[in-house]
Nanobody, 121 residues
Framework: QVQLVESGGGSVQAGGSLRLSCAAF????????MGWFRQAPGKEREGVAR???????SYTDSVKGRFTISQDNAKNTQNLQMNSLKPEDTAMYYCAAGRITAAGYCSYNYWGRGTQVTVSS
């Protein structure tokens, strides 16, 4: 089992920055990919960013160039640096972790409880 705990959410004005962190506890050797998802009220959950144990990253188009995902393997944490925030980035952000499938997808098995990000115009 792996437990994920997010931190760093909050309220910021448009154009501002926030840094989310996700600490992983437990059998972290069972995880080789991690990611961030978000869900705004009335909308479906969407994947925001992913990072694999080899350091490779991917982002959804709407955050490319503004968000950066990183990891600190020694501390079993991953971070999401969010710059140039927009009101449409407002959502509950969730950390997730899992294993890479044979097809290259990350099968997310573990989820955090989420942290709220609110961007005002």
């Amino acid at each position: 089992q792996v437990q994920l705990v997010e931190s760093g959410g909050g309220s910021v004005q448009a154009g501002g920055s926030l840094r989310l962190s996700c600490a992983a506890f437990g059998y972290t050797d069972s995880v080789d990919c991690m990611g961030w998802f978000r869900q705004a009220p009335g909308k479906e959950r969407e994947g925001v960013a992913r990072i694999d144990s080899d350091g490779s990253t991917s982002y959804t188009d709407s955050v490319k160039g503004r968000f950066t995902i990183s990891q600190d393997n020694a501390k079993n944490t991953q971070n999401l640096q969010m710059n140039s925030l927009k009101p449409e980035d407002t959502a509950m952000y969730y950390c997730a972790a899992g294993r890479i499938t044979a097809a290259g997808y990350c099968s997310y098995n573990y989820w955090g409880r989420g942290t709220q990000v609110t961007v005002s115009s």
